[in-house]
T-cell receptor
Framework: GNSVTQMEGPVTLSEEAFLTINCTYT??????LFWYVQYPGEGLQLLLK?????DKGSNKGFEATYRKETTSFHLEKGSVQVSDSAVYFC???????????FGTGTLLAVQP | DGGITQSPKYLFRKEGQNVTLSCEQN?????MYWYRQDPGQGLRLIYY???????QKGDIAEGYSVSREKKESFPLTVTSAQKNPTAFYLC???????????????FGPGTRLTVL
């Protein structure tokens, strides 16, 4: 089927630690892929995206590479900050209706 | 400032009552969306509209209704037929440019509905 699977949280890290949140997808073809971030009590914001295979999306120190061989789009950051504490959603483009298909979200808690 | 507003931020409803959640955007976007967010389940699409006076069911439309009489407004009614309405509801909007592989969706701050 067409779905997005991301690692369950919560992920708890100390400040300046390295972050990886895994995301894999199933789809026919090569859909655009996204990471959204949701800070406490707020809506979602687009963090980064990649629209074709081998693209790397990056923003605010976060990166993710579209890997078609492994159908993955893992989110990484070299040094997390307390202000990065949020829920992170992986998503893929769902087709002509502009629908988004979301993963279940991963809560990241960064401790000082 | 351009953006999407949702009101109210918190909403309480007695079981058996209908309630309408507001969503307004001044981004001049053609498309609008309603999602429901539950813990551990991510976001699920309820309804979406790509043009005024037209809308389609998403993945979990049962127990919900919408209208799109104006481009900037897309209210969602949670009816008494929705069996488990307590959730966080998010509205989004986007352009509709069929030449692109994706049109970024912009989200509102959400409304938390609690059924008592």
């Amino acid at each position: 089927g067409n779905s997005v699977t991301q690692m369950e949280g919560p992920v708890t890290l100390s400040e300046e630690a390295f972050l990886t949140i895994n995301c894999t997808y199933t789809a026919t073809g090569y859909p655009s892929l996204f990471w959204y971030v949701q800070y406490p009590g707020e809506g979602l914001q687009l963090l980064l995206k990649a629209t074709k295979a081998d693209d790397k999306g990056s923003n605010k120190g976060f990166e993710a590479t579209y890997r078609k061989e492994t159908t993955s789009f893992h989110l990484e950051k070299g040094s997390v900050q307390v202000s990065d504490s949020a829920v992170y959603f992986c998503a893929r483009y769902g087709g002509a209706t502009n629908k988004l298909i979301f993963g279940t979200g991963t809560l990241l808690a960064v401790q000082p | 400032d351009g953006g999407i507003t949702q009101s109210p931020k918190y909403l309480f409803r007695k079981e058996g009552q209908n309630v309408t959640l507001s969503c307004e955007q001044n981004l001049n976007h053609d498309a609008m969306y309603w999602y429901r967010q539950d813990p551990g389940q991510g976001l699920r699409l309820i309804y979406y509209s790509q043009i005024v006076n037209d809308f389609q069911k998403g993945d979990i439309a049962e127990g919900y209704s919408v209208s799109r009489e104006k481009k900037e407004s897309f209210p969602l009614t949670v009816t008494s037929a929705q069996k488990n309405p307590t959730a966080f509801y998010l509205c989004a909007s986007s352009t509709v440019n069929r030449g692109l592989s994706y049109n970024e969706q912009f989200f509102g701050p959400g409304t938390r509905l609690t059924v008592l």
